[in-house]
């Protein structure tokens, strides 16, 4: 028997089975890990169902901030990188190398060679409460989820299946009744009341991953390719990178508008690509994982683009698709980006990340096209999740793993 269900007997024990059980038993919990406070804390939701002091990575070999989850799971397992050291009730968080794990040297200060030590009983029994996927969220300053108020975020429903509306079925030619009304009937016969036909929902949908950042070169030329293919200049494979059949598409775009030749998506020429379909360009790109797996991507549009994003991170439970409804919670994480990358990005201010509304106000920035809010609502289970930040890391992110988000820590004054 796991913790949380032995956590669930108690309560219901010490409330002589007065309370209602929780609908969504086995939603994920969220790891925090503080690196001031050298601690760990479980929430499931914005209550904490356990906590433990930690030990972090050591100056040289300090351990990442940022988001990850939980990637594989070990009983037993033998570090690759440190002389075969012990690594019981191994959960690892990046293919580099950085995990949770037992330890017998714990102490109050940072000590680790990178990964988040834990004394041995906490170790095992968080061993046993996870599962592959469960989110860990690793910060310098102590935060918490905070509850997420009516925003925008998304709602989970079912997709809509064949002959589920009135509309769907055939009708039968109308019959004037005795009062003067229309009686309207569908050519099929319905079940009667009672006479057991039963309505089977959909299985629950695994955890959805999204990550929304600000839109690559990549994606912008895949964007490009796209339009010139709609207009019927043969740009090829729509892949986002530069090929020789793009570039001839590109010269007779630019050669029949009166540009220069280069061959080359440079401002003059997108401009116009843009304004001859009527279209905006994206700012910004949604991705979507699930089961480890990339499964949709998409342009968003990001207002006031000079103002960061920030780094911020949303994680939904009681994932209810056939009451549309989902209990999602929230955090802000500090991250200073570097100033050559600010200058690349086009980022001129930075918003306040500990302010009370940060989380908030970053969603309210991004517009989600609806077909992109359509997949996503009808994919996501319990778990899912989505982070915002500005860059996407592309160095830890890849096969078998979710998205993985690393930030930079402010210095701190003096």
Same mark, same amino acid.
């Given at each position: 028997?796991?913790?949380?269900?032995?956590?669930?007997?108690?309560?219901?024990?010490?409330?002589?089975?007065?309370?209602?059980?929780?609908?969504?038993?086995?939603?994920?919990?969220?790891?925090?890990?503080?690196?001031?406070?050298?601690?760990?804390?479980?929430?499931?939701?914005?209550?904490?169902?356990?906590?433990?002091?930690?030990?972090?990575?050591?100056?040289?070999?300090?351990?990442?901030?940022?988001?990850?989850?939980?990637?594989?799971?070990?009983?037993?397992?033998?570090?690759?990188?440190?002389?075969?050291?012990?690594?019981?009730?191994?959960?690892?968080?990046?293919?580099?190398?950085?995990?949770?794990?037992?330890?017998?040297?714990?102490?109050?200060?940072?000590?680790?060679?990178?990964?988040?030590?834990?004394?041995?009983?906490?170790?095992?029994?968080?061993?046993?409460?996870?599962?592959?996927?469960?989110?860990?969220?690793?910060?310098?300053?102590?935060?918490?989820?905070?509850?997420?108020?009516?925003?925008?975020?998304?709602?989970?429903?079912?997709?809509?299946?064949?002959?589920?509306?009135?509309?769907?079925?055939?009708?039968?030619?109308?019959?004037?009744?005795?009062?003067?009304?229309?009686?309207?009937?569908?050519?099929?016969?319905?079940?009667?009341?009672?006479?057991?036909?039963?309505?089977?929902?959909?299985?629950?949908?695994?955890?959805?991953?999204?990550?929304?950042?600000?839109?690559?070169?990549?994606?912008?030329?895949?964007?490009?390719?796209?339009?010139?293919?709609?207009?019927?200049?043969?740009?090829?494979?729509?892949?986002?990178?530069?090929?020789?059949?793009?570039?001839? /598409?590109?010269? =007779?775009?630019?050669?029949?508008?009166?540009?220069? &030749?280069?061959? +080359? !998506?440079?401002? @003059?020429?997108? %401009?116009?690509?843009?304004?001859?379909?009527?279209?905006?360009?994206?700012?910004?790109?949604?991705?979507?994982?699930?089961?480890?797996?990339?499964?949709?991507?998409?342009?968003?549009?990001?207002?006031?683009?000079?103002?960061?994003?920030?780094?911020?991170?949303?994680?939904?439970?009681?994932?209810?698709?056939?009451?549309?409804?989902?209990?999602?919670?929230?955090?802000?994480?500090?991250?200073?980006?570097? /100033?050559?990358? =600010?200058?690349?990005?086009?980022?001129?201010?930075? &918003?306040?990340? +500990? !302010?009370?509304? @940060?989380?908030? %106000?970053?969603?309210?920035?991004?517009?989600?096209?609806?077909?992109?809010?359509?997949?996503?609502?009808?994919?996501?289970?319990?778990?899912?999740?989505?982070?915002?930040?500005?860059?996407?890391?592309?160095?830890?992110?890849?096969?078998?793993?979710?998205?993985?988000?690393?930030?930079?820590?402010?210095?701190?004054?003096?």
């Amino acid at each position: 028997m796991n913790f949380r269900a032995i956590l669930g007997l108690a309560l219901a024990t010490t409330f002589l089975f007065g309370a209602t059980a929780k609908a969504d038993i086995d939603d994920p919990l969220q790891i925090f890990v503080s690196k001031d406070t050298q601690s760990l804390a479980v929430y499931d939701g914005a209550a904490v169902v356990a906590t433990s002091n930690v030990s972090t990575g050591k100056p040289g070999h300090t351990t990442p901030s940022g988001v990850f989850s939980v990637l594989e799971k070990r009983k037993t397992h033998f570090s690759n990188l440190y002389d075969d050291a012990p690594m019981p009730f191994m959960q690892r968080l990046t293919w580099s190398g950085v995990a949770l794990h037992e330890s017998g040297h714990v102490p109050r200060y940072p000590a680790s060679h990178g990964c988040v030590r834990m004394p041995g009983d906490f170790a095992k029994m968080l061993f046993g409460m996870t599962k592959r996927g469960y989110h860990v969220v690793i910060t310098n300053r102590e935060i918490a989820p905070q509850p997420m108020p009516e925003i925008g975020l998304f709602k989970p429903r079912y997709p809509a299946q064949p002959g589920d509306l009135l509309s769907d079925a055939a009708m039968r030619p109308s019959m004037p009744t005795t009062d003067g009304s229309i009686e309207i009937a569908t050519a099929e016969t319905l079940p009667k009341l009672g006479a057991g036909a039963v309505a089977e929902l959909p299985k629950p949908q695994p955890a959805l991953k999204l990550l929304i950042t600000r839109v690559t070169e990549r994606h912008a030329l895949r964007e490009v390719q796209a339009m010139l293919n709609q207009l019927g200049y043969d740009a090829g494979d729509e892949t986002g990178t530069l090929t020789t059949k793009t570039a001839k /598409a590109i010269k =007779a775009y630019q050669t029949l508008h009166g540009q220069k &030749p280069t061959g +080359q !998506a440079n401002a @003059a020429f997108k %401009a116009s690509l843009y304004k001859v379909l009527n279209r905006k360009a994206p700012t910004g790109w949604l991705y979507a994982r699930q089961n480890f797996k990339p499964v949709f991507d998409g342009p968003v549009d990001i207002a006031e683009p000079d103002l960061a994003l920030g780094t911020h991170f949303y994680h939904a439970v009681g994932v209810h698709p056939a009451q549309r409804s989902a209990d999602w919670y929230g955090v802000t994480l500090d991250n200073q980006i570097p /100033a050559k990358q =600010a200058v690349r990005l086009g980022i001129v201010r930075q &918003p306040d990340a +500990q !302010a009370a509304d @940060a989380a908030q %106000a970053a969603f309210e920035r991004i517009a989600i096209p609806t077909d992109l809010r359509n997949k996503i609502e009808v994919m996501m289970g319990s778990g899912s999740s989505l982070t915002i930040t500005d860059a996407q890391d592309n160095l830890n992110t890849g096969d078998g793993t979710d998205f993985i988000t690393t930030t930079v820590e402010p210095r701190k004054a003096g």
